[in-house]
Nanobody
Framework: QVQLVESGGGLVQAGGSLRLSCAASGRTFDNWDMGWFRQAPGEEREFVAGIRWTVGTTYYADSVKGRFTISRDNAKNTVYLQMNSLKPEDTAVYYC????????????????WGQGTQVTVSS
């Protein structure tokens, strides 16, 4: 069974940076897609970024393009989300997610999820 554990959230001022980590375990991840969603208070969970584990292809939500970078370390089974130029509207709980064979942004209800990590950006 796949397990995902996020870390790295916290409080940062607008314009600052944070790096989130997601440690994945339970199997090998060839042909898996990994990624990040976020959910702000009173809002629906939304896609942030995704990466195809095997080839490293990445894709992003328009709202974070040019500011966030997703990457992975195959040897550590870890996915990262480097967040730069943070804005107050980036404040949310960030969730790591994974799915075999399909992009994580398609039918998220079929994904495996971590517990989430809080990111708060102050103005």
């Amino acid at each position: 069974q796949v397990q995902l554990v996020e870390s790295g959230g916290g409080l940062v001022q607008a314009g600052g940076s944070l790096r989130l980590s997601c440690a994945a375990s339970g199997r090998t991840f060839d042909n898996w897609d990994m990624g990040w969603f976020r959910q702000a208070p009173g809002e629906e969970r939304e896609f942030v970024a995704g990466i195809r584990w095997t080839v490293g292809t990445t894709y992003y939500a328009d709202s974070v393009k040019g500011r966030f970078t997703i990457s992975r370390d195959n040897a550590k089974n870890t996915v990262y989300l480097q967040m730069n130029s943070l804005k107050p509207e980036d404040t949310a709980v960030y969730y790591c997610t994974a799915r075999w064979g399909y992009p994580v942004k398609t039918v998220p209800s079929l994904n495996t999820w971590g517990q989430g990590t809080q990111v708060t950006v102050s103005s």
